[in-house]
């Protein structure tokens, strides 16, 4: 099967620069991988210490096995050259995927400047809109040379990393594939690493690092002008990696690749797909009253949305004005301006009952009305 795939990017390649590769063979599908959510108070600290990833079940490890060297190099798992294992982890509120990478290399290749360094490269399309989003695979491409496509289209839609593991004293830790360099600093990324081995030695390797999915990283706009992927709970992104493991020789010694294609490096809709998932429920109430608002701009009408957490059977909404309802998720009027409404809503349910009360944060005002008066 391996050989199959090969020969068939090798026919695609011998086929030359001007032939496109189908974007028939779609990779990100079901069921995919598991990102785990941390509680807002166990966020991982992002400095070489590893106890915060412990939470992480094993259930959410992906490993060396399901990799595969799409270079040729390997018949199957040789893991005495190279093996990982990388949890995936996100906090619902923040735009960040964060990761715990360990890997075991007979020879960490690392002394060079350059590209040629043991690489951890990821790929990020947290919107699955898939497609190219490197020159290389540019679709118009009589009209559009490489280097054009590298500052229009390169990083934008979704985003490729090569992570040196480790990079070598005084050299950045990862080469952000496009012209959005902003990408790799803080508060878009932070790393911090752990290993005590020399270049050339064998090892372990352990390393944390976050990164900020874009929608839209803008090529020559800066973080302004760009679109953060949001993140939430059962959202569906599309994420991959490979390991390219130098082992000392030319060349290098392995493509070890999380895809089935070897170009999903570049193109969007060949990486895999990755689920975020809910907060464990160990790290909750069995009942927590939740909710939201939004106001009807220029009206003293609310609609409130209960997101409250467990089995609820009743809700009570207590509106601050007086008055009170049982549904779910109300409407309500109020008949005064204010800013300054206390609103509380109760649940109950089996496992017992819980409030949330929000100190002003429902304010409205209604200018047209004649009669309004300023508090
Ligand atoms: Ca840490
Ligand atoms: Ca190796
Ligand atoms: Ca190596």
């Not at 040196?164 to 803080?186: H, R």
């Given at each position: 099967m391996k050989k199959l795939v090969l020969a068939v990017l090798c026919a695609m390649v011998a086929v030359g620069a001007q032939a496109q590769k189908p974007l028939t063979d779609i990779q990100v599908r079901e069921p995919g991988y598991k990102v785990f959510q941390f509680p807002r108070n166990m966020i991982p600290r992002i400095d070489g210490e590893f106890s915060d990833w412990d939470i992480v079940p094993d259930s959410y490890i992906v490993s060396m096995d399901q990799m595969w060297d799409d270079s040729g190099k390997h018949e199957g798992l040789d893991k005495s050259s190279m093996d990982i294992k990388v949890k995936v982890g996100w906090v619902e509120g923040l735009n960040r995927l964060y990761f715990y990478y360990e890997a075991y290399d007979n020879y960490w290749d690392f002394d060079q400047l350059g590209l040629r360094n043991d690489t951890f490269e990821i790929v990020v399309d947290a919107d699955l809109s898939g497609g190219p989003h490197v020159d290389e695979f540019r679709i118009n491409q009589d009209a559009m040379s490489r280097l054009e496509a590298f500052f229009k289209l390169q990083n934008v839609h979704a985003q490729n990393y090569h992570i040196?593991?480790?990079?070598?004293?005084?050299?950045?830790?990862?080469?952000?594939?496009?012209?959005?360099?902003?990408?790799?600093?803080?508060p878009y990324a932070n790393y911090a690493y752990d290993y005590s081995f020399k270049h050339g030695e064998s090892g372990k390797l352990r390393f944390e690092f976050y990164i900020t999915p874009f929608d839209y990283a803008s090529p020559d706009g800066g973080p302004a002008a760009s679109t953060e992927s949001k993140l939430y709970v059962g959202k569906k992104i599309g994420l991959c990696w490979a390991v390219i493991d130098y082992d000392g020789g030319p060349g290098n010694n392995g493509f070890w690749n999380l895809s089935k294609h070897h170009q999903m490096y570049g193109i969007a809709n060949e990486e895999c797909l990755f689920t975020l998932e809910p907060l464990e429920a160990r790290f909750r109430k069995p009942i927590e009253a939740g909710w939201s608002h939004q106001v009807i701009k220029d009206t003293r009408t609310v609609a409130f949305r209960d997101e409250s957490w467990g089995n609820v059977t009743s809700w009570l909404w207590d509106f601050g004005d007086g008055t009170t309802s049982t549904e779910q998720n109300p409407i309500h009027t109020y008949a005064e301006d204010n800013a300054r409404y206390v609103v509380t809503l109760y649940v109950k349910g089996p496992a017992g009952e819980s409030r949330l009360c929000k100190v002003w944060d429902v304010s409205v005002m209604d200018p047209t009305d004649p009669n309004w008066r300023p508090y």
């Open positions: 040196f593991t480790p990079p070598t004293e005084g050299k950045s830790w990862t080469m952000a594939w496009g012209p959005q360099q902003w990408l790799k600093e803080l």
